[in-house]
């Protein structure tokens, strides 16, 4: 029997026992903190569980495991020493500590690797420790971003501006493959840019004109052929030709009318193609279901893809823009078509209403109308950075629950 002396060992046994399930949910969280900034885990495989696959992680994981049954094993070790003594009185020899290696190799958690030697030690660490073989797989909390990592993204418009900045951002968050649309040969530079300072190949510049089908279709099918099926979708490819519906020329006295030529290429460029590069995904998501005998998409699929149109505060009304404000709005109605019907192969559809971003398209509006006309109005008194409007598209890839639309316009609001 256990006497009360024991029993106050007992009850720091007890709590070694908590410490060292402490410790593991600690090196579960580190890894995962460790797959948003350390690139060398965003290569690694997925089960079906959302784990881990990694030879480093897995590695720390067992050896996390491998301690909490050594303390378990002590600790059986002593109680059955504490119950089997005579009367309960014969003295306790404290158990053993767990051998040097292991806080060496839990140390070594607290900190990312920067190298190959380093995760060569941890395996090492692993193989030498002598504690029982533990072979199940640890199960860790949901992924930060499930609907980015290992996904294959198109991003149009990518080569400056919002683009860039979304297509940079789905990068860093683990996504398998971006590809960078866009009709100006500056899509190869900031794709090297992107896999330079992601330290891997995750970026691949495409050019052309996003308004062709044919360019748009042999998009979809280099990044099938490559990387996989497409599951986000951004959209971001713009073009501005500002000027009032109606103006009075002065010597003439004649109205000049915003000309239709204009008016169509506006549209065609920021509401008939954008919608076009969407349902291209949609189409190439619902056909790989249909080859793999699935039907209508259930929840315990997860999503399958994530498309996001870019609209603008403009949607609401804005002088000088009449064929930009009746785009920007007119996806606010496509996002809404699509997204109901889209759900059923398991797609979300969603539409950001950025303010005045520090853009080349905003800045080609001039500091002096800017300062005049936008940022007095604007809460922020600033143009909003593309790292902010980024930040809130990959929010809205990345959480399920989020749908409909998004404002991101730093509280602008325009005169009448």
């Not at 309960?88 to 806080?103: D, L, T």
């Not at 000088?320 to 996002?335: D, F, H, M, R, T």
Request: proline content about 6%.
């Amino acid at each position: 029997m256990l006497t009360p002396e024991n029993s106050v060992i007992d009850a720091m046994l007890q709590n070694v026992r908590r410490a060292t399930d402490t410790n593991l949910k600690l090196q579960q969280d580190l890894l995962l903190g460790w797959t948003r900034f350390w690139p060398g885990f965003s290569g690694r495989a997925e089960n079906p569980a959302g784990s881990l696959s990694n030879a480093v992680s897995s590695g720390m994981i067992r050896l996390a495991e491998a301690q909490r049954d050594f303390v378990l094993q002590q600790y059986d070790t002593a109680i059955g020493m504490l119950e089997g003594g005579q009367n309960g009185n014969e003295p306790v020899q404290p158990a053993a500590a767990p051998p040097a290696a292991k806080p060496k190799a839990a140390a070594a958690t607290t900190a990312p690797p920067t190298g190959a030697p380093q995760a060569t030690a941890s395996r090492a660490s692993v193989a030498e420790a002598t504690v029982p073989e533990v072979t199940a797989q640890a199960s860790l909390p949901a992924l930060p971003y499930r609907n980015i990592q290992n996904k294959v993204a198109v991003v149009t418009g990518a080569a400056s501006g919002i683009g860039e900045a979304v297509a940079k951002e789905l990068a860093v968050r683990g996504a398998k493959a971006v590809l960078l649309v866009d009709r100006s040969d500056a899509a190869d530079d900031v794709a090297k840019s992107i896999n330079k300072s992601i330290g891997r190949a995750v970026a691949e510049a495409k050019v052309g004109d996003t308004t062709d089908e044919a360019f748009r279709k042999r998009v979809f099918n280099d990044a099938q052929e490559n990387y996989g099926v497409v599951s986000i979708c951004v959209p971001a490819a713009g073009i501005t030709r500002d000027a009032l519906s109606v103006r009075i020329d002065k010597e003439t006295g004649k109205a000049d009318i915003y000309p239709v030529e204009t008016f169509r290429q506006v549209t065609e460029v920021n509401l008939i193609a954008p919608i076009y590069w969407g349902v291209e995904m949609v189409a190439r998501i619902a056909e790989d279901r249909k080859q793999r005998g699935l039907k209508r998409w259930e929840p315990e699929e997860l999503i399958q893809g994530v498309v996001v149109f870019l609209g603008s505060v403009s949607s609401q009304g804005n002088k000088g823009q009449i064929s930009y404000a009746v785009a920007k709005a007119g996806l606010e109605g496509a996002a809404a078509t699509l997204t109901k019907e889209a759900i059923f192969h398991g797609v979300r559809c969603g539409i950001i209403h950025p303010g005045f971003t520090d853009t080349p398209m905003a800045r080609a509006l001039g500091e002096e109308f800017l300062e005049k006309y936008v940022l007095p109005y604007t809460q922020l008194r600033r143009l909003i950075s593309v790292e902010e409007i980024a930040d809130a598209i990959c929010f809205m890839i990345n959480n399920s629950a989020v749908s409909g639309e998004l404002w991101a316009d730093a509280g602008w609001h325009p005169p009448a």
